[in-house]
């Protein structure tokens, strides 16, 4: 069953506009924890934020927000003043208990975002 | 600052032929994984290893295997190279803990003819 859905393929942007990037989770585990990663048109993988299960407070991390809701299952990314250079994929992965064997982290299928001037 | 290496940036590989992926961390960490990516499919979980000579399988390991002999190596190996495995690999490291993230390498793209 798919853990990390993302529902948006592509989004375009206006420079300095904000965006969000959705991601939903399914888990059944209380602890997790949640990551979005930016994958330029380079190839390199680039983390940008991190959630964990019990935090009370949404991260931020400078022009990068994340929008924890527990309840909804969901933890979209948001990017205030969006640049060119944000353009590029964005994915959501969780990290989760597998047994005794540590955490695995699954990936979501990824957004394509383009930001305009 | 943590280095993910792998071994090949590009490889072309015949059908049939035995390939042999290797991936190095130089931060001691406990967590490596192998994903490949292909459009519109994200990042699939092939294998996952929690530490020396321990694995587990991923979304997709049918056609793969792995190896970790040593801490700071993790092979993939994909015993008969079919056409259907022509894809980008990544390995990526971590420390145990769920909240540390993962660090990449650079890549491989591995192409079956």
């Known amino acids: 069953a798919q853990k990390i859905t993302q529902t948006q393929p592509g989004m375009f942007v206006q420079e300095k506009e904000a965006v969000t990037l959705d991601c939903t989770y399914d888990?059944?585990?209380?602890?997790?924890?949640l990551f979005w990663y930016k994958q330029p048109s380079s190839g390199e993988m680039i983390f940008l934020i991190y959630?964990?299960?019990?935090?009370?407070q949404n991260a931020t991390e400078g022009r990068y927000s994340l929008n924890f809701q527990k309840a909804r299952k969901s933890a979209n990314l948001v990017i205030s003043a969006s640049q060119l250079g944000d353009s590029a994929m964005y994915f959501c992965?969780?990290?989760?208990?597998?047994?005794?064997?540590?955490?695995?982290?699954?990936f979501g299928k990824g957004t394509s975002l383009l930001v305009t001037p | 600052d943590v280095k993910v290496t792998q071994s090949s940036r590009y490889l072309v590989k015949r059908t049939g032929e035995k390939v042999f992926l290797e991936c190095v961390q130089d931060m001691d960490h406990e967590n490596m994984f192998w994903y490949r990516q292909d459009p519109g499919l994200g990042l699939r979980l092939i294998y996952f290893?929690?530490?020396?000579?321990?694995?587990e399988k991923g979304d997709i390991p049918e056609g793969y295997s792995v190896s970790r002999e040593k801490k700071e190596r993790f092979s993939l190996i994909l015993e008969s190279a079919s056409t259907n495995q022509t894809s980008m690999y990544l390995c990526?490291?971590?420390?145990?803990?769920?909240?540390?993230?993962?660090?990449f390498g650079q890549g491989t793209r591995l192409t079956v003819v």
């Open positions: 990526a490291s971590s420390l145990r803990q769920i909240y540390t993230e993962a660090f």
């Open positions: 888990t059944s585990d209380p602890s997790y924890g």
């Open positions: 959630q964990g299960s019990y935090d009370q």
């Open positions: 992965a969780m990290r989760e208990p597998l047994s005794n064997s540590g955490y695995a982290l699954n």
């Open positions: 290893s929690y530490d020396v000579k321990m694995k």
